[in-house]
């Protein structure tokens, strides 16, 4: 069983910044992958931003040039950094990670509130 925590979620101005954090209760070495993901009522829930085990990353093409996604494997934990936040990025922000190969499945945080607006 793994268990996933995000944090930093919030209220921010357009143009502003916000970082999120997803602490893993294993290590995140033995996840194939980890990313994130947001979702909007009435809208399909979306892949943000993914990292493999070997650093390589990928991202929506709504957030390239904005967002960043790292990791750093002595806390077990994966940030996302966003910056020059737009009210469309207004979303519920979600953690995942790929445990399959050793843990047989996927697991998901409980979701952190990004709201921007004025």
């Known amino acids: 069983q793994v268990q996933l925590v995000e944090s930093g979620g919030g209220l921010v101005q357009p143009g502003g910044s916000l970082r999120l954090s997803c602490a893993a209760s294993?290590?995140?070495?033995?996840?194939?992958?980890m990313g994130w993901y947001r979702q909007t009522p009435g809208k399909q829930r979306e892949l943000v931003a993914a990292?493999?085990?070997?650093?390589?990353?990928s991202y929506a093409d709504s957030v390239k040039g904005r967002f960043t996604i790292s990791r750093d494997n002595a806390k077990n934990t994966v940030y996302l950094q966003m910056n020059s936040l737009k009210p469309e990025d207004t979303a519920v922000y979600s953690c995942?990670?790929?445990?399959?190969?050793?843990?047989?499945?996927?697991?998901w945080g409980q979701g952190t509130q990004v709201t921007v607006s004025s």
């Open positions: 294993r290590s995140i070495l033995l996840s194939n992958a």
């Open positions: 995942n990670a790929d445990y399959r190969t050793i843990y047989g499945r996927i697991y």
């Open positions: 990292i493999t085990g070997d650093g390589s990353t």
